[in-house]
């Protein structure tokens, strides 16, 4: 019984290692969970073009920041904020000269398609019981909500109790931006704090936006670099070569990003 | 002499007089013997890890956290109810099931076990679409102004859902044990079904019942896919302790340790509590 299972178990073995061993060259990204879209096409233009397997993992900054923290191998870092980016680079996880900061976002509102609880303005959003969805404090879009209602708060039309009343709608903290902007296209909640880049062309349909006046709004800034511990440096190089490239800023411009 | 006393000590004679099968045998036990200690060591040294790792980061400075204790209470709050609600609606639905035969049961019963093999990730997608405000269900529950998705509410039905089988499975094996000659004899003295069931079935299958309402207790304690999906992640409300070790494992690790060793030691009770039951249990039916 055991000798007929043990040829088999050999076979799956053998099959396992060598499919792992028959390898491109393989190019790790750890990248926020607001560049799903835009790094999911510049990750298949670069494989395309270089012959390289590009492997991405998002998540919220602050997951894949944890990650690395507990040794993660990765080749190339994208932050949402620079916050994580230069705690990373002060614990050394970094090649500290590789790292700058390539596009911006902005800080939009989001809601279903339908608009169930018809949120036109900002003084809607206190309304009580509209349903919001934000993110935890660590998260940087959680962090960039907070820093737009703490301007709003500050500013005599809205003032500290329009935060109170919007952080008392709040159903739900989400770890990473693509959970808030799917509950938001399900229609589960009114609206959510995301970034202009989460509304992608194929959501386009689902969610719509209210923009963040100037004078409230906050820019994100998104640094990328090179990890220490790259397996492959010469290819992470080129890959954020590409990213800024003429042909890397399009795709980020293609998904709402405003690259710099 | 000496290497007599020596053969002796170290089995060696053993070994030549029992012949070849035997030090098959005792080749097989010690096989057996280090795949026990590896097994053990497997397990064991996660554990051990966390509370090495927690020592040395003073995790339970964490314990006074508001997140920590927030998690805790509602935890501890939620899954108690959903504990009191699977053994209400578990209890009858089970001893249905270890005495009765009906159409269709055999789909029941694969319905029933559907939650312990999907990915709790699947069930709670699958509540959102049940139970969410646009759902097939919630949408007319919306209309009438009830909301369950994102609430305290929502958490309970998402534990309800994936710790029920683990009681319906367990009692209704209990039920099943419960020897028909015990109930018969009730029943030609006189006693009504009823009757019978409460003072007969009930009290001979309790410890079973009780060992199964405690590890749907446990399942519910650690529920997380569900809740994140249908009950959203929201601190004094909807964050149960599984999902405050994974939102502060990204932020504070400190307290991410300090609900994992409280949820270790929860879970390590909760087994040996089970065990010591269902010895019991076990000691019972060798009595009767």
């Known amino acids: 019984m055991i000798k007929k299972l043990v040829a088999p178990i050999l076979a799956i073995f053998v099959i396992a290692s060598l499919a792992g061993g028959s390898s491109s060259e393989e190019l790790v990204v750890f990248c926020a969970a607001s560049l799903t879209g835009a790094f999911g096409e510049m990750g298949q233009i670069y494989e395309d073009e270089n012959g390289v397997d590009v492997m991405l993992n998002f998540d919220g900054t602050q997951a894949i920041r944890t990650q690395v923290e507990q040794g993660a191998i990765a080749d190339v870092f994208i932050s949402a904020n620079k916050k994580h980016m230069d705690a990373l680079m002060a614990e050394g996880f970094m090649d500290n000269d590789t790292v700058s900061i390539f596009t911006e976002n902005r800080m939009v509102v989001i809601v279903p398609a339908d608009n169930p609880a018809d949120i036109q303005s900002f003084s809607d959003l206190a309304e009580p019981g509209v349903m919001i969805i934000t993110g935890v404090k660590d998260a940087p879009f959680g962090s960039y909500t907070l820093q737009v209602l703490d301007k709003l708060a500050n500013d005599s039309t809205y003032g500290p109790k329009y935060r109170e009343a919007v952080m008392s709608n709040v159903i739900s903290q989400e770890t990473s931006v693509s959970h808030l902007v799917s509950k938001i296209a399900l229609g589960e909640a009114d609206a959510g704090f995301a970034y202009q880049s989460d509304i992608s062309p194929e959501l386009s349909e689902q969610v719509s936006k209210v923009e963040i006046p100037d004078q409230y709004s906050v820019v994100a800034e998104y640094p990328l670099g090179r990890l220490k511990e790259s397996e492959n440096p010469d290819q992470a190089a080129r890959f954020i070569e590409f990213v800024r490239s003429t042909e890397g800023r399009a795709v980020l411009e293609k998904y709402g990003f405003q690259p710099v | ?288």
């Open chain 2, 1 to 288: 002499m000496v290497s007599s006393q020596f053969e002796r000590r170290f089995g060696w004679r053993r070994i030549k007089e029992e012949g070849i099968s035997g030090v098959r045998r005792r080749a097989l036990k010690v096989g057996l013997a280090l795949l026990l200690v590896l097994a053990a060591a497997f397990i064991a040294l996660p554990v051990a890890s966390l509370f090495i790792k927690s020592a040395s980061g003073m995790a339970f400075q964490s314990l006074r956290d508001p997140v920590v204790t927030d998690a805790l209470t509602l935890s501890l709050f939620t899954a108690t109810i959903t504990v009191v609600i699977v053994i209400i609606l578990g209890t009858p639905l089970s001893y249905l099931n270890a005495r009765f035969d009906y159409p269709g049961k055999e789909i029941a019963d694969s319905l029933i076990e559907l939650p312990v093999i999907m990915p709790p990730m699947v069930g709670g997608i699958a509540l959102l679409m049940a139970f969410g405000r646009m759902g097939v269900l919630g949408q007319h529950l919306h209309a009438g102004g009830v909301n369950i998705a994102f609430t305290t509410v929502a958490v309970v039905v998402a534990q309800v859902f994936v710790s029920m089988p683990f009681y319906l499975r367990q009692a209704r094996i209990s039920f099943e044990d419960v020897d028909l000659v015990f109930e018969n004899a009730a029943r030609t003295l006189g006693a009504s079904r009823t009757r019978v069931f409460f003072t007969v079935t009930l009290p001979i299958a309790t410890n079973g019942l009780i060992s199964g309402a405690i590890m749907a207790f446990a399942r519910a304690l650690g529920e997380f896919g569900a809740t994140i999906m249908f009950a959203g992640n929201f601190q004094g409300r909807t964050q149960t302790m599984p999902l405050a070790i994974y939102t502060a494992m990204q932020g504070d690790l400190k307290i991410s340790l300090c609900l994992a060793l409280i949820l270790v030691a929860f879970s390590f009770a909760i087994i040996a509590l089970v065990k010591i039951l269902t010895r019991r249990m076990y000691k019972n039916d060798v009595r009767n």
